[in-house]
Each structure stands twice: as C-alpha cells, then as structure tokens.
C-alpha cells in the first residue's frame, strides 16, 4: 500500500518519539548508532533505494514497514555533489498551522535514502564530515523550547549524538574524520573563521580594547604564540601569515616559525597564489613584495606596486607613487564624465576618485624586464598577448554583484588613452581597437572611450 503526501496527516502519531513514517525514532537513532556501526555504510543501495515516480519533477517513493512514501528531492546548493535533501510533506491537515514539512538526506550515488525525513532543518559541513538535523519544540510559549533539539549524523548516515541547540553555534560540536569522531571544544572563544575541524581563526580583544587575531585548534589550545593584528590562513600549503607592528611572520600550522619579513605591516591581498604585503605608515613610504603561500618570496626586490600575472609566469609592476595623494582634495570633473558614459549602459558601478602617479611593465620571475615601464595601464590577455594603454586615466569604481545584499566589488576603470596589443611570440606592438560596451571587463580593468 502506498501512502501518499496527502494521506500523511492520517498516519501522525500523538507520541513526540513516534516517527512521521510509522517507524519508532528513538529506535531508528539506536539502529543508526555510530559505534555500533563502525564498518557500516547506510548509503549503500541495499538500505532504502530511492524509485522514481515523476523524474521530471525529481519525486520518488520508498518503502518502509511495508508501506511506501513518496518524497521529492530539494536543490543541490549549499550541499556536496554526493547528497540531496528529500523532503516529505503533510498536506492533508484540517489546520494549516499544523502543516509540516520533514527533511532527509539521500545519497546520489547510489540513490538511497541516508538520513529519513524527519528533521525541520538540515545542514550539512563538509569540513567537519557531519550532517547537524534540528527539530523543534513543541511548546512554543517557552522561548528556551525555540532552541529544539539538534542531532548529528556522519556522511555514512551514522547518527552521532543528540543535543540541545544553542544560539550562536556557528560550526558543528563534533566532526569525523578517518571513522573516528573529533570533540570540537571552543566554549567562550569568539571563532570568526573556519578553516577545518582543527583549524579556527578566533577573535581576542586585548588590555588595551584592541582587536587582534590568533589561531586555535578543535581543543581551544591557541597555535601561534600571541595575538597579532591580522592573520591569514593557508590549510591547503599549512601556511599561517601573521601580521604584526612591524614585521609579518609565516608559521606552519602547528605554530612554527618558518621565515619573518621585516619592515611590512599590512597583508594588502590575497592573490590566487601569493599574497602581496605592503607597510603601512603616515610619515613614510613603502613598496610591495610578494610572498608565495608556501612562504617563499619569488622576486627579491621591492615595487612600488606588483601583481601576479594570472595566466603566465609574468609579474606586472608600476614605478611611481600607488597612493598619490595630490589633487585628492579638488573637485574631480572627470569622475562625472566617466560616471555619465556608464550610466548610458548600465547602473551598477559607482566611479572613484583615484591618482596614482607613475607607470606599468612587465618583468618575468628572474624580474628581467619583458615590457618597459613607459605606459599607464597593462592588461594580460593571453600568455603572450598584453593589451598595453598610452595616455589614459585609471580610475577606482565599485561593482555592485548582488542588489539584494548591497555587496560589490572593487574595479578599476581605464578612461580615454591609446591602446596597443603587443604580443611576445614575434615582438610586435600594433595599435588596437577598444570596443565601448557594457561588459568591457576584461580581467580586473574596464575601458572607457
């Protein structure tokens, strides 16, 4: 017998252990014990495969004490490509307000039910190997009942352990890694990063009511032998850089010294494989150098301004004055003008005031110079191809990349000048023509005629 969406009401039992498919909770969470299963895999297709029903619309039904419910399969985001919510649906109730949806989990793979549809929510972190399923109380007069009832469950549908919710749990209290279960005990400790089930960045604010940063472990042992101003986490390279008044230090990840440079204070961004490190000072003026996620510095001199090239070897470096600050304090006519041509072709970038003073080349990783430093903007097109700018103003403007929220990014805009592509594989610098369109982006740089 099949018991459909719209005949669930009917078979809700009164008991708060009863489940929703007629099958006893507590005893499904004893069947499902971590310990008692430590060679099982409840993914498997044996278990509760899922058939389909209506594979257009992603409905299928599985079969329970012999009785057979049908489930529909929620959207992957937010999830690992190996699992799916199902979710199980009352739709027959005479009060709207008892209306319920319950939530599982299913194994893609093999197309098995790993969690049954019972919880109100499911979160599942990939970084901690767990599933957290929250019910609530019913008792909603007492707001302590909000909190509910969180319980855990591994990615082999191994339930862990019940507990109650707490309100700023922003990671799971266990996670499990190599078939063993790891306590996650950071009590009293303001996380503010996440790196792995070990590995947390946590907020401090010392003596002095300064914020500073430091690394801590699943235990709340701190890694790194003090607070410092900034830090920046590597746990793919086990690298830790941390910023201090006048030097900036990269540890491994178990808080070893690897190498310190002196004379930079200020981490000024995180590239797709190095970071770039500046100081930062009112009285006094500084360059750049770039520092590899392994800690290593690829190019030992320092630029007033460098950047990684992203499809080559090449790195792109400007002589001058990056933060010039003369004519900041005067009217800027020509931020209106730009602003007036974007706003013919689109509404989401905001133009900036923005002076720096000096000029861009190229040079490779020996820093022997490939592209002169005579022009006012360069911009990688290929591994070989560099579209080069002769006279035009750079300009900062912020993207907006989400309405809803308000986030944007920032950009840089290229107004007016002379462009030119010049490609290394025969030498040859030919003038080139920019098109004005409304997404002229090309890599971190859009041109305006």
């Not at 590239?271 to 750049?288: K, L, N, Q």
């Not at 800027?332 to 720096?356: C, G, N, T, W």
């Not at 002379?418 to 369109?437: N, Q």
Request: one cysteine or more.
């Amino acid at each position: 017998m099949r018991i459909s969406r719209e005949d669930l009401e009917k078979n809700r039992g009164s008991k708060e252990s009863e489940f929703l498919l007629s099958v006893d909770f507590e005893q499904y969470l004893s069947d499902r014990s971590f310990y008692a299963n430590l060679d099982k895999d409840f993914s498997g297709k044996n278990f509760f495969p899922l058939i389909p029903l209506n594979p257009e619309h992603e409905w299928y039904y599985f079969n329970v004490n012999d009785q057979e419910f049908e489930v529909g399969k929620w959207s992957s985001e937010g999830y690992d490509s190996r699992f799916r919510r199902i979710y199980l649906t009352d739709t027959k109730s005479i009060y709207p307000w008892k209306y319920k949806t319950c939530y599982g989990i299913c194994s893609e793979e093999n197309s098995n039910i790993l969690i049954f549809p019972y919880f109100d929510s499911i979160w599942f972190y990939s970084l901690f190997n767990v599933f957290v399923c929250k019910n609530s109380f019913k008792d909603t007069v007492n707001s302590e009942s909000l909190l509910g009832q969180v319980y855990y469950f591994d990615t082999k549908g191994r339930f862990i352990r019940q507990e109650k919710e707490s309100y700023f749990n922003l990671f799971p209290n266990v996670a499990v890694i190599d078939n063993e279960i790891k306590e996650i005990k950071l009590d009293n400790i303001n996380v503010c990063e996440v790196y792995r089930y070990n590995l947390f960045v946590a907020s401090i604010t010392d003596p002095d009511n300064r914020a500073r940063k430091q690394v801590v472990d699943n235990n709340g042992n701190f890694i790194l032998d003090k607070a410092y101003l900034d830090v920046v986490v590597r746990p793919a390279e086990e690298t830790i850089f941390a910023v201090d008044k006048n030097e900036i230090i990269c540890f491994d990840t178990k808080g070893n010294k690897k190498k310190t440079y002196t004379g930079f204070n200020r981490i000024d961004e995180v590239g797709e494989s190095c970071i770039r490190v500046g100081y930062e000072s009112i009285d006094e003026e500084a360059g750049f150098i770039l520092i590899n996620f392994d800690g290593e510095q690829p190019l030992k001199q320092t630029y007033d301004f460098i950047e990684k090239c992203s499809m080559s070897q090449n790195y792109k470096f400007f002589q001058g004055d990056w933060y010039n600050l003369a004519g900041a304090e005067k009217e800027d006519p020509e931020i209106e003008i730009v602003q007036a041509k974007l706003d013919k072709i689109r509404s989401d970038i905001m133009v900036y005031s923005f002076h720096p003073n000096g000029k861009w080349g190229i040079i490779n990783e020996n820093e022997e110079i490939l592209i002169p430093c005579i022009y006012d903007w360069i911009e990688e097109l290929s591994e070989n191809i560099f579209l080069l700018n002769e006279g035009g103003r750079l300009l900062r403007c912020s993207r907006c990349i989400d309405e809803w929220d308000g986030d944007s990014v920032d950009e840089l805009i290229v107004h007016g000048g002379r462009w030119f592509t010049y490609s290394f594989l025969d030498a040859k610098l030919e003038p080139a023509e920019i098109e004005y369109d409304s997404n002229n982006f090309i890599n971190s740089v859009y041109k305006i005629e």
